[in-house]
């Protein structure tokens, strides 16, 4: 298989890239930093500078060109303001989207939040609330394309070592945490699972092994 990754030198998107090269999949991870490279290129993944706040879609497009799926896990990361909320979290998501329809790709794993769309608890944080909206857009728009798209929302995202047992299954699980090699593993058995799409699902530490929790659904 043959993987793009939007946001490769993303947490989430290290862990997938050594799982799929590991397994002999092809990873092409999109960075704005060229500085990143040599870690991609460390995790099996080839790096590809593309700044996704100003690429063209049609530049997107000609790095989609061949793949199998699309994977959007880039974000504006803890620390940026409202306005990269809307223009990485939202736009970039929607830019890769037309970018993979321009390319014929219509695998498309999008990598969104726990409490994406709904609306913030009364007295949050503007910041925080710009994210959920640029998440619940970015999950409207990819839900309105004629593409094989999974929405993914984990829970709050830990660096503790994977277990291999999650909870996965459609809103609303109740917001507990997950290890991001955790939110890897389940990315890449969703692309060994084509028949799961068209489908939102939350993801949180749980009972189920991976492999179970995807065949199940
Ligand atoms: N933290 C949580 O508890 C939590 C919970 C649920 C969901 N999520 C979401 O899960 C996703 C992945 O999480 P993570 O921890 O793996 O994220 P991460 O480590 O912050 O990775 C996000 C990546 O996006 C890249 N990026 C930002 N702007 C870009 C641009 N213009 N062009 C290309 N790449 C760009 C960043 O690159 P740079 O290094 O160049 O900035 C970074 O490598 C994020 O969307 C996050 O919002 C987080």
Do not use: C
């Amino acid at each position: 298989m043959d993987v793009v990754i939007a946001g490769g030198h993303g947490k989430i998107a290290l862990r997938l890239e050594r799982i799929l090269s590991a397994r002999g999949d092809r990873v092409k991870g999109l960075i704005r930093n060229p500085d990143h490279a040599g870690d991609l290129r460390a995790a099996g993944a080839e790096p590809l500078v593309l700044d996704l706040e100003r690429a063209s879609a049609d530049e997107v497009a000609a790095a989609l060109e061949g793949a199998d799926a699309a994977v959007f896990a880039a974000g504006a990361g803890p620390g940026s303001g409202a306005a990269r909320k809307d223009t990485v979290d939202r736009a970039a998501s929607v830019l890769l989207a037309d970018a993979a329809q321009r390319a014929g790709v219509r695998r498309f794993l999008q990598i969104s939040s726990m409490g994406a769309g709904r609306p913030p608890r009364p007295g949050s944080d503007e910041v925080w609330a710009a994210y959920l909206r640029a998440k619940g857009a970015a999950e409207d728009d990819l839900r309105a394309r004629d593409l094989d798209w999974v929405i993914l929302r984990p829970g709050r995202l830990t660096d503790d070592p994977g277990t291999g047992l999650v909870t996965l299954a459609e809103p609303e699980v109740g917001h507990f945490d997950v290890p991001r090699d955790d939110v890897a593993a389940v990315l890449a058995a969703l692309l060994d699972a084509p028949h799961v799409r068209r489908r939102t699902l939350e993801l949180v530490g749980g009972t189920t092994p991976v492999a179970e929790a995807v065949a199940a659904l």
